[in-house]
């Protein structure tokens, strides 16, 4: 019969994958419709994606979001689609990233200065907060003009796969803290984003990197990044090291990469005074600023915070960095998943187990098209070669 053939096709072209946030501590795979571009918008199919620390703190209730939401903000894809009005600037299956972060460019915040609060406070941040996001096979892009960025040739979903957000994160702890060239920089923490902290200090022509975590591989790591000397912060006051390593001054600027008081405080109380706070946490309840590690609020400190830089420039400067080899961002890339198996990867990364740093997420392979789970480049992944 025909027409219940097409109608089934039909169906199928126009449902897809996606993880769908359900509630605290639910999230599931479900079949949900799949977008179609109005004018200025286009929509990419997804072939890797990744998970997020902040997408660990909304499944488990601490930032809100509305159930049903398709979660997810860091895109790598194939254009699918586009809406009126990009035919001249975009091809379909052209390969582009979007930043995590996608302003609109128009806008009083956009115009001043300010793309990430685009629209108001936290405003830039649409995918997998305000709007459906990247953890499916098909992302409805908005403002695409401004927000598609091509891969440059050459360049696999891996190398890329950290510019929407970690990198771009990260790096800009390090230029939001103003560090310059000879500056003496401690980074608190080291997992992802603080990685890529150390990596924008050295960047930055930064000298003494002081990298501090507990947990000694993400040390290790952070040698690789940059950092000139690691401290293990279970095993001693990382505050007094610093102040030992810069002639009991502190440093000039402290990168804070994690969002809890006690490395908010330790960041605080490892400047010099006149040094910087750059801080790029998240955080949750209350903030504490004791007052003689603010020296009573005279000590001519700044504090300054920075939400993931987006837009289609920022991500082309992200990806040359990456095309010219400066950086190197592949491995953080520890573990490969289909997107079906959301649930143990979401588990591995939320629990920082087995050695992970970031995980990847493919849409459009089946669990079995990757051999070993936790095993970096035994995956087959159609549609993501260089
Ligand atoms: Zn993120
Ligand atoms: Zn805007």
Redesign the pocket.
């Known amino acids: 019969m025909p027409e219940v053939r097409q109608q089934v096709s039909g169906a199928a072209m126009s449902s897809m994958k996606a993880v769908v946030f359900k509630g605290k501590d639910r999230i599931g795979v479900e079949e949900v419709p799949k977008p179609r571009p109005r004018a200025g918008e286009a929509v990419i199919r997804i072939t890797t994606t990744t998970i997020?620390?902040?997408?660990v703190h909304i499944v488990r209730g601490e930032y809100p979001v509305r159930p049903g939401l398709i979660l997810g903000?860091?895109p790598v894809g194939v254009i699918d689609a586009l809406g009126a009005g990009l035919e001249s600037l975009y091809e379909i299956g052209e390969r582009v990233i979007v930043g995590?972060i996608t302003p609109c460019g128009q806008c009083f915040y956009c115009l001043n200065g300010s793309p990430s609060q685009c629209g108001g406070a936290l405003g830039g941040w649409k995918f997998g907060n305000t709007i459906n996001g990247a953890w499916a096979e098909y992302l409805l892009v908005p403002d695409a003009k401004a927000n598609l960025a091509p891969i440059p040739r050459g360049l696999s979903d891996e190398d890329v796969v950290l510019c929407p957000?970690?990198f771009s994160?990260g790096l800009s702890g390090a230029e939001s803290g103003g560090i310059r060239v000879g500056d003496s920089v401690a980074v608190f923490a080291q997992g992802p984003i603080g990685l890529c902290a150390t990596l924008g200090a050295k960047l930055k022509g930064a000298s003494l990197i002081v990298a501090v975590d507990t947990m000694p591989e993400r040390l290790v790591m952070a040698r690789r990044f940059g950092a000139t000397v690691t401290l293990d912060a279970a095993a001693d006051d990382p505050v007094q090291e610093i102040k030992r390593l810069t002639d009991g001054r502190g440093v000039d600027v402290a990168i804070e990469a994690l969002g809890r008081q006690e490395t908010f405080e330790n960041a605080l109380r490892a400047i010099r005074p006149g040094g910087t706070l750059s801080s790029l946490g998240v955080y949750s309840g209350k903030l504490v600023a004791p007052y003689e590690a603010f020296y009573a609020g005279l000590g001519d400190q700044k504090i300054v915070t920075t939400l993931?830089p987006g837009g289609k420039e920022r991500m082309r400067r992200l990806m040359t960095m990456v095309e010219h080899r400066r950086v190197d961002l592949a491995p953080l890339v520890t573990h490969h998943f289909a997107l079906d198996d959301i649930e143990t990867a979401f588990d591995l990364f939320s629990h920082q187990r087995d050695g992970v740093l970031k995980v990847a997420l493919h849409p459009h392979v089946s669990s079995s098209q990757i051999d070993a789970p936790s095993h970096t480049g035994a995956v087959v992944v159609p549609g993501a070669n260089r």
């Open positions: 997020c620390g902040t997408d903000h860091e995590a957000d970690i994160t993931c």
